[in-house]
Structures are given as structure tokens and as C-alpha cells.
């Protein structure tokens, strides 16, 4: 994963840089990381995610899993290689307390500031905004 650090923008030690900044890591955040590669994305891709584990199907976790009726290793969305494959980072157990659209940053909790030129992040548990859809303002 191509993650950038640079002093030079003011931010300080604690600032990196991403070319794709998705905020959320279930199947909806992997589902938008997946769409921009589809799309042509080149740039590096970085989830920050609450969760402590990568994207995983949650109805089987609850329907099948917690009833003994299937394996851990059938919950993942992807192989836990496809991630370095597409040059996709994680960052899991974290979580972004500001998005501050006009500087195109997150900050999360532990102060660690994220800049990006894109992102996508689910709103309000509203619509997925996708920066690649020429949408001006998230729906």
C-alpha cells in the first residue's frame, strides 16, 4: 500500500496521505473499494474501519456461525491477500471522530489525520457517495 507522509502541509507528524480515503469497512466500504478499481482507480485505496476485523458477511456471522453451523473462514468478503493485490490498505479498530471536507481529511480518534484527493464514505447511513460519479456534493 502507497501511503504517503508529508510535513510539508502543515499537519505535522501525524499526517498521511491517500489517493482514495474510504471511511467504513463492512461490505459497503469494500463494495466502493472494488467499484473504483473496476472503474479504472489506480490510486492507492485506504479503508479505516471501527471494526476489528476486515470486511466480513454479517448475515452469516449471526445465521450461521454463532450456531456452529459454518467456519470463521467462511465470513471474509475476500482472501485476505486481495487487499495488497489491488493495493488496498486497511486500518481497522480506528475511529474517524471529523471529516473535514474542504481540507479533504479524517481524524480520527487518535489524532492521526488522513488527506486524500478522494473518498467515499457512507453518510448518515444514507447513499454511498463515490467520488468517480462526477457528484458534486454527497447524496
Not at 472503474?39 to 452469516?60: E, F, T
Not at 449471526?62 to 450456531?67: A, E, H, M, S
Not at 492521526?112 to 453518510?123: E, Y
Request: positive net charge.
Amino acid at each position: 500500500m502507497s501511503v504517503g507522509h508529508d510535513d510539508r502541509d502543515g499537519l505535522g507528524s501525524g499526517s498521511h496521505r491517500v489517493g482514495l480515503l474510504i471511511v467504513g469497512g463492512g461490505p459497503a466500504g469494500l463494495a466502493c473499494a472494488r467499484g473504483y478499481r473496476d472503474a479504472g482507480g489506480s490510486a492507492p485505496v485506504l479503508m479505516i474501519s471501527a471494526d476489528q476485523y476486515p470486511p466480513y458477511n454479517r448475515p452469516p456471522l449471526t445465521k450461521d456461525y454463532l450456531r456452529g453451523e459454518s467456519a470463521a473462514d467462511t465470513l471474509p468478503l475476500v482472501d485476505a491477500d486481495w487487499y495488497a493485490q489491488h493495493d488496498v490498505g486497511l486500518v481497522l479498530d480506528t475511529r474517524v471522530t471529523r471529516i473535514d471536507r474542504d481540507a479533504r481529511q479524517v481524524i480520527t480518534a487518535a489524532g492521526t489525520r488522513w488527506r486524500t484527493t478522494s473518498w467515499c464514505w457512507r453518510p448518515d447511513r444514507g447513499r454511498p457517495y463515490f467520488p468517480w460519479k462526477a457528484q458534486t456534493t454527497p447524496a
